[in-house]
Each structure stands twice: as structure tokens, then as C-alpha cells.
């Protein structure tokens, strides 16, 4: 399996702020994906990012919110912007292990938003 | 609508006993499954992956598929406190991502 890199792990910020949280694979892959989970939910995904084209946001979720960049086949940000308490949740990053089968994760980053 | 149910518990158990955990699924043509440990405040972990009908045993877990049923189980033999954890299910239909269940706390008390 990958091994994934997220950053930060945690952070509190103020509300109507911005957060830009990192992934690293120590792999080349075609798709990474964002997760949210919010306080004693389960995963929830927010986008799949592809190298070279446009994020795919799932429904709910919209890109002026959450814009993703995926310059390269072994790097993804997720931006958390204008934010509100009600996105304090833990963000995961993750892969696929083959096409269409298990994903991997992150180690997450818990954001707090006050 | 793809859902993936599980009952969120607690699920507790004595250590050394069996646990058992449940998910069902509504989607017929999903094609894999996986279950997946969650300590409080990390991210999950891939315990076991069961993609045809019968058991998938590897050391205590087992996991169970009844695909008529649209059943999936996880079984964890000899359960240790260190088995507590949330157990998460999730489910591919083979050309999509993965859809999650809530998750099933389980406590092995010592």
C-alpha cells in the first residue's frame, strides 16, 4: 500500500479564514481523493482529484468552497476556505490501492474552526 | 441512493470472546467490500477485504459475504482491548468510489 503523507495534523482557526491542507504519496497515482468526517459521522467524500484536469466534487460540495490542486501524480491540496465552525471536522486524504477497490488514508488533519 | 447500514452500538464485549459486527448494503451490483478499524482520532486502517460470496479469514478476523442477503460480517476471534475501536464498512460497486457505513463502536473490556 501507499504510504500518505497529510499535513497539517491538526489546527484551530478562526472563522471566515482559509486552511490549505497537504497530501503526499510516496507513489505515482492517477486519483486521489478528499473525505470529510465530521464529529461522530462517517466518511463523507468531498472530491476526487485527477493530475492535469478539474476536481469532481460530489453533491453538496462546490469548488469555490473546498478548491482542490493536483499539480502532479504524487501531490494534492485541499483548501478549506471562508470558514465556519460547522466545517470543523477531520479531512482525509486517500488512494486507491487498485482501480475501483480498497482506498488508503492519511493520517487526517482535525480542523477546529472558532 | 447507495447506503451502507450499520448498527453504530456500543458493542461491547468480555476480552477473549467473539465479536460480531454487521453491515448491509443496498446496491446488488456492489462488487467489493472492506472493513476498516478507526481509533478515536486517527484515520482508518484496512483490516480486511471479501470480494465474493464465503469467509475471508486472516489471523483473528474473518470477514463473511452473503451477496443475496446483501450482507457483509466481521468476525474478531480472542478480542483484546486493544480491538476497541470504531469498525467501519464500506462498500464499491466496482466503477465508483467507496460508500461508508456510520460505523460500530466496539469495547472489549479486559
Do not use: H
Request: with cysteine; charged share 15%.
Amino acid at each position: 500500500s501507499a504510504v500518505i503523507s497529510q499535513k497539517p495534523s491538526r489546527d484551530i482557526c478562526q472563522r471566515g479564514t482559509s486552511l490549505t491542507i497537504q497530501c503526499q504519496v510516496d507513489s505515482q497515482v492517477t486519483m486521489m481523493f478528499w473525505y470529510r468526517q465530521q464529529p461522530g459521522q462517517s466518511l463523507t467524500l468531498i472530491a476526487t482529484a485527477n493530475q492535469g484536469s478539474e476536481a469532481t466534487y460530489e453533491s453538496g460540495f462546490v469548488i469555490d468552497k473546498f478548491p482542490i490542486s493536483r499539480p502532479n501524480l504524487t501531490f494534492s491540496t485541499l483548501t478549506v476556505s471562508n470558514m465556519s465552525p460547522e466545517d470543523s471536522s477531520i479531512y482525509l486524504c486517500s488512494v486507491e490501492g487498485q482501480p475501483n477497490t480498497e482506498a488508503f488514508f492519511g493520517q487526517g488533519t482535525r480542523l477546529t474552526v472558532v | 441512493q447507495k447506503e451502507v447500514e450499520q448498527n453504530s452500538g456500543p458493542l461491547s464485549v468480555p476480552e477473549g470472546a467473539i465479536a460480531s459486527l454487521n453491515c448491509t448494503y443496498s446496491d446488488r451490483g456492489s462488487q467489493s467490500f472492506f472493513w476498516y478499524r478507526q481509533y478515536s482520532g486517527k484515520s482508518p486502517e484496512l483490516i480486511m477485504s471479501i470480494y465474493s460470496n464465503g469467509d475471508q479469514e486472516d489471523g483473528r478476523f474473518t470477514a463473511q459475504l452473503n451477496k443475496a442477503s446483501q450482507y457483509v460480517s466481521l468476525l474478531i476471534r480472542d478480542s483484546q482491548p486493544s480491538d476497541s475501536a470504531t469498525y467501519l464498512c464500506a462498500v464499491n460497486l466496482g466503477y465508483s468510489t467507496l460508500t461508508f457505513g456510520k460505523g460500530t463502536m466496539l469495547l472489549v473490556s479486559p
